[in-house]
T-cell receptor, first 114, second 111 residues
Framework: ETGVTQTPRHLVMGMTNKKSLKCEQHLGHNAMYWYKQSAKKPLELMFVYSLEERVENNSVPSRFSPECPNSSHLFLHLHTLQPEDSALYLC?????????????FGSGTRLTVV | QQQVKQSPQSLIVQKGGIPIINCAYENTAFDYFPWYQQFPGKGPALLIAIRPDVSEKKEGRFTISFNKSAKQFSLHIMDSQPGDSATYFCAASEGTDKLIFGTGTRLQVFP
């Protein structure tokens, strides 16, 4: 384990379902991120939380709704998804600007929308 | 302006070879350039990073070369091993947050 834990590891959901992805870190980091990883595409930054406040929302459809209740936990709430939303969703955490320790990623949730 | 272009998409080398992966960027405000390594079923992990005040950085068998005027940087893996087989991502950012990633290079090292 890297220190960033994502659950579930795999998720299959219908287009009318509502589900949530969970991310947890106990590294003392104060920034958390959601990335989407699709085949042959760059990792796409979805959301950034800095000190528990959302500081970035990269034109992500409203069917994705993030929540950061504290500095250790990050959620991604999903509803009425489309098949093209099937991807690996990665959570990462880091210190805020100024340190070169980089991001620590979780192992991701493999999401399949049917 | 925000893109990071990475090549090649895939790379096959024999054990002991020196694979080279290249990245190019446009945004001159970028000042942090990390490389990440991803094995199947795992998230990316930080491998090595460089700032534009140096032209080269080595950590073990991994070397980053940085050309500020050309806005390019590359990863060299010396004496590559089958265990280095993975997908490699370059990235760039202004500061160390909000990384912009390349499309990835799938490296296969054969014995």
């Amino acid at each position: 384990e890297t220190g960033v834990t994502q659950t579930p590891r795999h998720l299959v959901m219908g287009m009318t379902n509502k589900k949530s992805l969970k991310c947890e870190q106990h590294l003392g980091h104060n920034a958390m991120y959601w990335y989407k990883q699709s085949a042959k595409k760059p990792l796409e930054l979805m959301f950034v939380y800095s000190l528990e406040e959302r500081v970035e929302n990269n034109s992500v459809p409203s069917r994705f709704s993030p929540e950061c209740p504290n500095s250790s936990h990050l959620f991604l709430h999903l509803h009425t998804l489309q098949p093209e939303d099937s991807a690996l969703y990665l959570c990462a955490s880091s210190y805020l600007t100024g340190r070169d320790s980089g991001y620590t990623f979780g192992s991701g949730t493999r999401l399949t929308v049917v | 302006q925000q893109q990071v272009k990475q090549s090649p998409q895939s790379l096959i080398v024999q054990k002991g070879g020196i694979p080279i992966i290249n990245c190019a960027y446009e945004n001159t405000a970028f000042d942090y350039f990390p490389w990440y390594q991803q094995f199947p079923g795992k998230g990316p992990a930080l491998l090595i990073a460089i700032r534009p005040d140096v032209s080269e950085k080595k950590e073990g068998r991994f070397t980053i070369s940085f050309n500020k005027s050309a806005k390019q940087f590359s990863l060299h893996i010396m004496d590559s091993q089958p265990g280095d087989s993975a997908t490699y991502f370059c990235a760039a950012s202004e500061g160390t947050d909000k990384l912009i990633f390349g499309t990835g290079t799938r490296l296969q090292v054969f014995p």
